[in-house]
């Protein structure tokens, strides 16, 4: 197996950040360097080992990586051609001086948790704390701090080498050489697919004005407050398991569509641009509000694109059909993904840390297959080929005798996957939950908050060992009973389980809506007050790093997706008007 290499840097300060402790696990051997050259004394200690070409991971290569290249000597060649910046985010970054070619890669676009989360979920030793605040350049060089900082820096590096270790053993057998060819865990579930599961020779790359029409359609995941619990309710919350690695079980098209214009409905299979009109008590089609870019389920009369089984559903329920535009239909649909979705469903029972890989890799598919065709570049262009007159320019930045350049680009974009699968998979989860809502609602129960692929439900009597359909109320989950709950808006809530509360607040660093309690949280959204909070917000525009202490003010009542009566306890869908 092979032995993975990782660093780690710490820095202080704020508005200019600073590189003080340095450290790495490179062919086993653990190595640090202390103070504001421990940048470059890493990469020389690596050029002393004469290695030809090595692979180093960091968790967070966009942090990481930018430090690198804010403190790389100009004896150094930065590869542009290998490295790979997206949007700001460093997947890689190359570099070679001499023959010496080293590639940093980030273990954090592999599995995208925290270390503290990871160290739990794989049974390693636990990460440090460090109070990071409390560093400063007059204080720094203390020898009781140096020795923490080191021990916590290296902690941080053991815990990434230990994870890496872990998933190459399951992954070894499945995708070979992962390590050279994947930067992400999308990357991972795309090439799975494509490499062991690909039966049908399905379209990777969809024609981009194809991809245009169909993207209207993709919507993505339901989030929505209906309410709140009575006193004396019997609160429930359940996550669906495998909501998306499920839905990929099912019966997906299979070839090119071919369009029509104002087609009579069918109910067959594609995507129909429609205008329709909505009554429902739980409205079932999205809308994506164009001033807003908010996604709604509204009521009232509105135009959209739906795959053809969410708008079943929606004229089955009592939904008006008053128009149809066009069709893109399938002749054909096949099972396109079930080898894949049963692999990733029956290796999740292997262990814990199975269960969490194999629970993102599908989901990490579909986001793949959906993603929008990359219209920026990033180049490394030398100061006489720099013209920002002749480029659409986002942003740059100066490394030693080179510009790093984002620019706007059109010309030859290609699509990377197919959004005709990500928005059916993301409209047959919508159809279950809403399904599974319905029977819920069927029996007595109220629902009370949805995100994706959970939900939130109240009854007035005891509910434990009950069926749902999909849902089964099973007493020995700790995560199912509340004992208090508050829903203010789209990801903004607060519950009290047993065991534990959780509160979260959209835009708010999580470690800071930890400090909120339940009853501060319900005053604030009850009396209609605000609260400003001070939280450190890290900025990277074109890889310049600091934190800067800003202000956020705390608004709980603003919810505009639904209306909430007098009360607080519901809240009715909007009506939207034709124009």
Request: aromatic share 14%; with cysteine; net charge positive.
């Amino acid at each position: 197996m092979p032995s993975f290499n990782v660093i780690d840097i710490e820095t202080f300060g704020s508005s200019d950040l600073k590189p003080y402790c340095c450290c790495l696990i490179i062919n086993d051997r653990r190595v640090s360097s202390y103070g504001l050259n421990c940048i470059n004394n890493i990469l020389t200690f690596i050029l002393t080992l004469k290695l030809k070409v090595v692979t180093i991971y960091a968790h967070n290569l966009t942090f990481d990586g930018s430090l690198i290249l804010g403190k790389l000597d100009p004896s150094w060649d930065i590869l542009d051609k290998k490295t790979i910046i997206r949007k700001g985010s460093i997947y890689s970054l190359v570099i070679q001086k001499n023959s010496s070619i080293l590639i940093f890669k980030c273990s954090s676009k592999l599995l995208p948790l925290e270390l503290s989360e990871i160290a739990l979920l794989f049974d390693l030793p636990h990460k440090l704390f460090l109070n990071h605040k409390n560093i400063s350049f007059n204080n720094f060089l203390n020898n009781d701090l140096r020795s923490k900082v080191t021990a916590y820096c290296m902690r941080d590096v053991e815990i990434v080498n230990s994870f890496l270790f872990k998933i190459s053993v399951i992954l070894k057998n499945i995708i070979p050489n992962w390590q050279h060819t994947c930067y992400s865990i999308s990357g991972l579930a795309f090439n799975l697919f494509k490499l062991n599961f690909d039966n049908f020779k399905i379209n990777l790359a969809l024609a981009l004005p194809l991809d245009e029409i169909i993207r209207e359609s993709y919507y993505g995941g339901r989030c929505e407050v209906f309410g709140n619990p009575f006193l004396g309710d019997y609160i429930y919350h359940f996550d669906f398991t495998g909501m998306y690695s499920n839905r990929l079980k099912e019966a997906f098209p299979l070839g090119e569509p071919f369009k029509k214009i104002k087609p009579a409905w069918e109910n067959k299979p594609g995507f129909y641009s429609v205008r329709v009109r909505s009554n429902l008590d739980m409205p079932i089609l999205p809308f994506r509000c164009k001033q807003t870019n908010k996604l709604l389920f509204p009521n009232g009369e509105f135009i959209g694109v739906y795959w053809y089984e969410e708008l079943a559903l929606f004229l089955n329920e009592g939904g008006v059909l008053i128009e149809i535009f066009w069709s893109l239909e399938f002749k054909s649909m096949d099972f396109l993904f079930k080898d894949f979705a049963d692999f990733c469903t029956n290796s999740r029972l292997n262990s814990k840390i199975d269960k969490v890989l194999w629970k993102l890799i599908p989901n990490s598919f579909i986001g793949r297959m959906g993603l929008k065709p990359d219209c920026e570049k990033t180049l490394f262009l030398e100061e006489w080929e720099y013209d920002p007159r002749r480029l659409d320019v986002i942003g740059d930045k100066k490394i030693n005798n080179k510009w790093l350049v984002r620019i706007k680009h059109l010309e030859n974009t290609q699509n990377k996957g197919n959004v005709i699968y990500s928005s059916i998979v993301t409209a047959k989860a919508r159809i279950m939950w809403w399904k599974s809502a319905q029977k819920i609602i069927l029996e007595g129960g109220r629902i009370l908050y949805c995100d994706t692929d959970s939900i939130f439900f109240s009854f007035r009597e005891s509910k434990l060992g009950s069926y749902f359909g999909d849902i089964f109320l099973d007493p020995t989950k700790e995560d199912l009973i509340i004992e208090k709950a508050c829903f203010a808006a789209s990801k903004a809530y607060s519950v009290v389980f047993k065991k534990k509360n959780i509160t979260k607040i959209k835009g708010i660093p999580k470690k800071r809506s930890i400090d909120m309690n339940f009853e501060e949280f319900e005053r604030l959204f009850l009396e209609g007050e605000s609260k400003n909070i001070s939280v450190d917000f890290f900025r990277k525009k074109n890889l310049n790093l600091k934190i800067e202490e800003i202000s956020k003010t705390i608004n709980l009542g603003g919810y505009d997706k639904r209306l909430f009566t007098k009360d607080k306890k519901n809240t009715k869908p909007l009506t939207i008007y034709p124009i």
